[in-house]
């Protein structure tokens, strides 16, 4: 391991705990496994090497994925596939959809989904010679696409709206005659999204280089691989560091591949929590993490590569009475829900002052005294999570829409209890309880 990532793991001080068993349990990685799922669609082998129902989101991708196999197996004229509220599904099938010659797609989802940004991919895809009509308001969603065999060559597309849209690009390209050559006319965010694909890409036999102004993506046909291992979900990991910045015993997460070894960026959550006193110690099986070094009084953080971290971050820095500022967020008004609009509306209804700008939240410090509340989860898994955890701090906390979780992990609420939290469910709340830190009914 390179020096400078030394100081985030520990090699030296006694083991923090061994057994796994009893252990936090994690769903695949959600951004792996729809990127698998693609590529196993385009090799012809979409049988097999992956449980989607480990989430809502992967199963989504992978009964649209069959829909479309059997619609074109069957010559249907057009066939509707509706995605719910999975953006990543939107974006990935609008793309597959339009260069699978054959198709006709009607895609649709949830009304929030259909009004989200799809122009910038929309636009290469069209200029390729796609056939998309918008079906909606203002050239939104739904949309209806007839399949064809696309004309490749070189595009231009922004970079910093969503990386989603280079990665659709990115898988459906091999089919495109000429492949791709598409450059990035602003930055590119939350990069590491895109090197997961090209990584995805080359184990399914596709040649792909990927650079700081451009990614190039040579025609070519996939090929599935022999054996492609998921990993765990490196994004659900970032709560439970969150939880364990949060209290003073160890906790035990099963089945994570270190940093270095994983696919994905946030795998920077090693990094992240660190800084919040939090130790990692990669064994067989997993890590073990504990919280073992004094916290600063305030952190500042660029989080442009890894936005779905700043949820936990900031739930765990406030818990801490750890001042912070992260830059590098603008793209979080564009997830599920408004997510900067929605951490600063639910911090402040716990009563801690939260100030948001174009690109960066911040807490200089602050409290004041409120009532029982519930959190509003805004139809967002991650901020059902992360504001499940300040429970290990406030003693209890009320969340709305609980189930919410199951797009990315549906077995959430049930990893709780082995950080010492009862979660019990009072009609659509889900109450989390830390015992012994305050009696709310005495």
Same mark, same amino acid.
């Given at each position: 391991?390179?020096?400078k990532e030394e100081?985030?793991?520990?090699?030296?001080?006694?083991?923090?705990?061994?057994d796994? &068993?009893? *252990?936090?349990?994690?769903p695949?990685?959600k951004?792996?496994?729809?990127?698998?799922?693609?590529?196993?669609?385009?090799?012809?082998?979409?049988?097999?090497?992956? =449980?989607?129902?480990?989430?809502?989101?992967?199963?989504?991708?992978?009964?649209a994925?069959?829909a479309?196999?059997?619609?074109?197996?069957?010559?249907?004229?057009?066939?509707e596939?509706?995605?719910?509220?999975?953006g990543? &599904?939107?974006?990935?099938?609008?793309a597959?959809?339009?260069?699978?010659? %054959?198709?006709?797609?009607l895609?649709?989802?949830?009304?929030?989904?259909?009004?989200?940004?799809?122009?910038?991919?929309l636009d290469?895809?069209?200029k &390729?010679g796609a056939?998309?009509?918008?079906?909606g308001?203002?050239?939104? %969603?739904?949309?209806?696409?007839?399949?064809?065999?696309l004309?490749?060559g070189?595009f231009?597309i922004? *970079?910093d709206?969503?990386?989603?849209?280079?990665?659709?690009?990115?898988?459906?390209?091999?089919?495109?005659? %000429?492949?791709?050559?598409?450059?990035?006319?602003?930055?590119?965010?939350?990069?590491?999204?895109a090197?997961m694909?090209?990584k995805?890409?080359?184990?399914?036999?596709?040649?792909?280089?990927?650079?700081?102004?451009?990614?190039e993506?040579?025609?070519?046909v996939?090929?599935?691989?022999g054996?492609?291992?998921?990993?765990?979900?490196?994004?659900?990991?970032?709560f439970f560091?969150?939880?364990?910045?949060l209290?003073?015993?160890?906790?035990?997460?099963?089945?994570?591949?270190?940093?270095?070894?994983?696919l994905?960026?946030?795998?920077a959550t090693?990094?992240?929590f660190?800084?919040?006193?939090v130790?990692?110690?990669?064994?067989?099986? %997993?890590?073990?993490?504990?919280?073992?070094?004094?916290?600063?009084d305030?952190?500042?953080?660029?989080?442009?590569?890894?936005?779905d971290?700043?949820?936990?971050?900031?739930?765990a820095?406030?818990?801490?009475?750890?001042?912070?500022?992260?830059?590098?967020?603008?793209?979080?008004?564009?997830?599920?829900?408004?997510?900067?609009?929605?951490i600063?509306?639910?911090?402040?209804?716990?009563g801690?002052?939260i100030?948001?700008g174009?690109?960066?939240?911040?807490?200089?410090?602050?409290?004041?005294?409120?009532? =029982?509340?519930?959190?509003?989860?805004?139809?967002d898994?991650?901020i059902?999570? &992360?504001?499940?955890?300040?429970?290990?701090?406030? *003693?209890?906390?009320?969340?709305?829409?609980?189930?919410?979780?199951?797009?990315?992990?549906p077995?959430?609420?049930?990893?709780l209890?082995?950080? *010492?939290?009862n979660?019990?469910?009072?009609?659509?709340?889900?109450?989390?309880?830390?015992?012994?830190?305050?009696d709310?009914?005495?």
């Amino acid at each position: 391991m390179e020096e400078k990532e030394e100081k985030y793991y520990s090699k030296s001080y006694i083991d923090i705990i061994s057994d796994f &068993a009893g *252990g936090v349990s994690l769903p695949a990685s959600k951004s792996i496994g729809a990127r698998f799922l693609v590529c196993s669609y385009l090799a012809g082998a979409l049988e097999g090497g992956l =449980r989607p129902e480990d989430c809502d989101d992967l199963r989504v991708i992978s009964r649209a994925l069959v829909a479309l196999k059997e619609g074109a197996a069957g010559g249907e004229r057009e066939i509707e596939i509706d995605v719910h509220a999975s953006g990543t &599904a939107f974006r990935f099938m609008a793309a597959v959809a339009a260069s699978v010659a %054959g198709t006709s797609v009607l895609l649709t989802g949830t009304e929030r989904l259909c009004s989200r940004p799809m122009a910038p991919l929309l636009d290469v895809l069209v200029k &390729a010679g796609a056939e998309i009509c918008p079906e909606g308001v203002d050239g939104k %969603g739904p949309y209806r696409i007839a399949g064809r065999r696309l004309k490749g060559g070189e595009f231009d597309i922004r *970079g910093d709206i969503s990386s989603q849209f280079i990665s659709a690009l990115m898988l459906v390209s091999p089919l495109w005659e %000429g492949g791709m050559r598409l450059r990035f006319s602003t930055p590119l965010v939350s990069r590491p999204y895109a090197e997961m694909t090209a990584k995805v890409m080359r184990t399914f036999g596709i040649a792909v280089s990927l650079h700081d102004d451009c990614v190039e993506v040579n025609e070519g046909v996939y090929k599935a691989p022999g054996d492609f291992k998921i990993e765990a979900d490196w994004s659900a990991a970032s709560f439970f560091y969150e939880a364990c910045a949060l209290m003073l015993s160890p906790v035990t997460i099963g089945s994570l591949v270190p940093p270095e070894e994983s696919l994905q960026g946030d795998s920077a959550t090693v990094k992240f929590f660190h800084r919040l006193g939090v130790v990692s110690q990669f064994k067989k099986d %997993g890590v073990c993490i504990q919280r073992l070094y004094s916290l600063p009084d305030e952190i500042e953080a660029d989080l442009s590569d890894n936005p779905d971290m700043v949820p936990a971050f900031a739930v765990a820095c406030i818990c801490n009475a750890c001042r912070f500022r992260f830059t590098g967020v603008k793209n979080l008004r564009l997830k599920e829900c408004d997510r900067l609009a929605a951490i600063k509306t639910e911090l402040e209804r716990l009563g801690y002052p939260i100030n948001v700008g174009e690109d960066f939240i911040e807490w200089r410090g602050g409290c004041w005294s409120v009532g =029982r509340q519930v959190v509003e989860t805004y139809d967002d898994h991650r901020i059902a999570m &992360a504001f499940a955890m300040a429970a290990l701090h406030m *003693g209890e906390v009320r969340i709305a829409n609980p189930d919410v979780v199951n797009k990315s992990f549906p077995g959430f609420w049930g990893q709780l209890p082995k950080l *010492g939290l009862n979660c019990r469910r009072e009609g659509d709340v889900m109450v989390v309880v830390s015992p012994g830190i305050f009696d709310f009914e005495n």
